[in-house]
């Protein structure tokens, strides 16, 4: 279990998770290629690597130039899809569907596509890894837009498991991870989750990247892991 000279696209690789993700993967030896919309911002992003990584700019909703990078780079061992947006979050009775819409476009049609558009570069036994939210399953109020998106992706993970074998196919669920996604979201929404986060969560504290970045790196690495949706949450799933 070691991912030591392993190939690994992670794809919305220069924020948050995904950024965290690339650098405890570059620091331990794989080879690494980072893909984000924005090339100054992705590579300003993983400069501290000193190298270690290459990097590719493309939009993460445009078929046309995924197909192309992994005809390009194929075969890889690994694929990381930690693409989201910023939409979706609200209470029900004024939720703006048109904003949930685009919160599907760019979180739940965005890992579908690339998922698909991975498949053919990878290798048989890699894996390709979801990140998803514990919003899904978290019923929580305010929270039946993020819900929706998160859902629809967790529900296809053990049929992906199934038919893409013998490609690993998993999933990561986070809770509340301390990124820069939660600017997107109303400053006196957040501030409230955080605080009864901390206040309510069995590890008392808010999500780290990295404690995610983890939990990627141990699907990845572990060859009996398919099918799983593995929660980073600190326990909010119990509350």
Same mark, same amino acid.
């Given at each position: 279990m070691?991912?030591?000279?392993?190939?690994?696209v992670?794809?919305?690789?220069?924020?948050?998770?995904g950024l965290?993700?690339?650098g405890q *993967?570059?620091r331990?030896g794989a080879?690494?290629?980072?893909?984000?919309r924005?090339?100054?911002?992705l590579a300003?992003?993983?400069?501290?690597?000193?190298g270690?990584?290459?990097?590719?700019a493309l939009?993460?909703?445009?078929?046309?130039?995924?197909?192309?990078?992994?005809?390009?780079?194929g075969p890889?061992?690994?694929v990381?899809? +930690?693409?989201?947006?910023? =939409? !979706?979050a609200g209470? *029900?009775?004024?939720?703006?569907?048109?904003? #949930?819409?685009?919160?599907?476009?760019?979180k739940?049609?965005a890992q579908v596509?690339?998922?698909q558009? +991975?498949?053919?570069?990878?290798?048989?036994?890699g +894996?390709l890894?979801?990140i998803?939210?514990i919003?899904a399953?978290m019923?929580?109020?305010g929270?039946?837009g #993020?819900?929706?998106?998160n859902?629809?992706i =967790?529900?296809?993970?053990?049929a992906l498991?199934? =038919?893409?074998?013998?490609?690993?196919?998993?999933?990561?669920?986070? !809770?509340?991870? =301390?990124?820069?996604?939660?600017?997107?979201?109303?400053?006196?929404?957040?501030?409230?989750v955080f605080?009864e986060q901390?206040?309510? +969560?069995p590890?008392?504290?808010?999500?780290?990247?990295?404690?995610v970045a983890?939990a990627?790196?141990f #699907?990845?690495e572990?060859p009996?892991?398919?099918?799983?949706?593995?929660?980073?949450?600190?326990g909010?799933r119990l509350l």
């Open positions: 070691d991912i030591r000279g392993r190939k690994i992670v794809i919305g690789g220069s924020s948050g998770v965290a993700a690339v *993967f570059a331990d080879e690494v290629m980072a893909v984000a924005n090339r100054e911002r300003s992003a993983v400069a501290p690597l000193a270690a990584v290459r990097i590719r939009d993460g909703g445009d078929r046309k130039a995924l197909d192309a990078l992994f005809a390009e780079i890889v061992d690994d990381v899809l +930690s693409l989201s947006g910023g =939409e !979706g209470e *029900f009775r004024t939720l703006d569907l048109a904003a #949930l819409r685009r919160g599907f476009e760019a739940f049609w596509e690339a998922a558009a +991975s498949v053919p570069a990878l290798r048989a036994g +894996s890894t979801f998803t939210s919003s399953r019923a929580n109020p929270t039946a #993020l819900a929706a998106i859902g629809a =967790e529900a296809m993970i053990g498991a199934r =038919e893409l074998a013998p490609l690993r196919v998993n999933a990561v669920s986070p !809770g509340v991870i =301390e990124t820069a996604w939660w600017d997107r979201v109303p400053a006196a929404w957040r501030d409230q605080a901390r206040r309510a +969560s590890v008392g504290r808010l999500g780290q990247p990295q404690d983890h990627i790196r #699907l990845i572990n009996m892991m398919t099918g799983a949706i593995l929660e980073c949450d600190g909010m």
